[in-house]
């Protein structure tokens, strides 16, 4: 049997503040990611590959299921009753957006967990308040 399959999921956590994927910055006619998005994905790349050794899973050319979550920090500014209704969920985050968080997470995993974004044919992304941190859990198709 197929060590991924052996694992049903991968979960991978990366602490602090999600980072959304960044625009792309030109100088002397090349673009480049910003810093801040580079320093990200790397964190959540290494992460990545640090859970994918402990379980003794491969990188997998299957197609896979993603699922984010990624909670921000309530702004210290809030008052109490503004950052309690947003621990339930009725204030949720603006920026980065969903779409960027996502991103940066797909890139993240290239060549570590799977060959190639395209492979995931499933995704779900959340934002919310809450500790800051990103909870990524990838699954394989069932065959």
């Known amino acids: 049997m197929d060590k991924e399959k052996l694992a049903q999921a991968l979960h991978v956590v990366v602490e602090g503040q999600p980072v959304g994927k960044g625009r792309p910055r030109f100088a002397n006619n090349r673009a480049y ?3 801040k998005t580079k320093n990200y994905e790397h964190r959540v790349g290494e992460a990545a590959r ?3 050794q402990f379980q003794g899973v491969d990188l997998t050319e299957q197609p896979v299921k ?3 979550l990624a909670q921000f920090e309530i702004p210290k500014s809030w008052p109490k009753w503004k950052r309690q209704a947003a621990l339930l969920g009725i204030y949720t985050p ?3 957006d969903i ?3 996502a991103k940066a997470v797909l ?3 290239n060549g570590i967990v ?3 974004d395209a492979q995931v044919y499933e995704l779900t992304v959340k934002k919310m308040y809450g500790q800051p941190l990103m909870v990524a859990t990838v699954s394989w198709a069932d065959d």
Do not use: W
């Open 33 to 35: 990611t910003p810093m």
């Open 50 to 52: 640090l859970e994918m």
């Open 66 to 68: 993603l699922h984010i």
């Open 94 to 96: 603006g920026r980065p």
């Open 99 to 101: 779409d960027n968080v």
């Open 107 to 109: 890139d993240a995993f």
């Open 114 to 116: 799977y060959k190639d």
